[in-house]
């Protein structure tokens, strides 16, 4: 069954150091989305992406973020210069429409610990 | 704003156990309710939903009924197995957008 994959695993910085998380997501899905859950708390939004554009983000997507998709498969999150508070669980997802009841798929997150 | 409120875990219990895990809801207009579930290593999963007030939702034994009177969607299983354990997240959308508001997620740790 195709599944979203996400590398690395788990990922140590150290504060204002830059990092790349990656994402594959499922091969015909269309739209791309970053979420992120900060230890204990809820899984938060960031930021949707359809057609080499963000679509919709949160407001925790400030200028430190920023998505791409360098080419047919992976799906990049950037956050330039990380903060302590940075650190969290980030999921990517992918579906293959966004309306209505269709399904976001999720990969395995990648846990980021800023030192 | 919409906002989910689920039980803190970890919820431990031993193999055929009875299941429940609460899940209550705050949403402007009527969402649709989800149940996704995380098991190590591997992404979210959409185990069952529901779209309307008293529809219930059902996959791999599991049940959760969308109650709008008391805004809740509660996840049951009546005979839990070492299988189960895993993260449980509840959700919920509204009307047309395609961003779940989640919970926090309740650790379920299932022992033989």
């Known amino acids: 069954e195709p599944e979203v994959t996400q590398t690395p695993s788990h990922q140590v910085t150290q504060m204002g150091q830059e990092v790349i998380l990656r994402c594959v997501p499922i091969s015909n899905h269309l739209y791309f989305y970053w979420y992120r859950q900060i230890l204990g708390q809820k899984v938060e939004f960031l930021v949707s992406f359809y057609n080499n554009e963000i679509s919709e983000k949160s407001e925790i997507f400030d200028d430190q973020f920023s998505v791409e998709r360098p080419d047919g498969s992976n799906f990049t999150l950037k956050i330039r210069s990380t903060k302590l508070e940075d650190s969290a669980m980030y999921f990517c997802?992918?579906?293959?429409?966004?309306?209505?009841?269709?399904?976001?798929?999720f990969g395995p997150g990648t846990r980021l610990t800023v030192l | 704003g919409n906002s989910v409120t689920q039980m803190e875990g970890p919820v431990t219990l031993s193999e055929e156990a009875f299941l429940t895990i609460n899940c209550t809801y705050t949403a402007t207009g009527y969402p649709s309710l989800f149940w996704y579930v995380q098991y190590p290593g591997e992404g979210l999963q959409l185990l069952l939903k529901?779209?309307?007030?008293?529809d219930k939702g059902s996959n791999k034994g599991f049940e959760a009924t969308y109650r709008k009177e008391t805004t809740s969607f509660h996840l049951e299983k009546g005979s839990v197995q070492v299988s189960d354990s895993a993260v449980y997240f509840c959700a919920l959308r509204t009307g047309g957008s395609y961003i779940p508001t989640f919970g926090r997620g309740t650790s379920l740790i299932v022992h033989p």
């Open positions: 997802a992918s579906s293959e429409i966004q309306q209505g009841a269709n399904e976001q798929f």
């Open positions: 529901a779209t309307k007030a008293d």
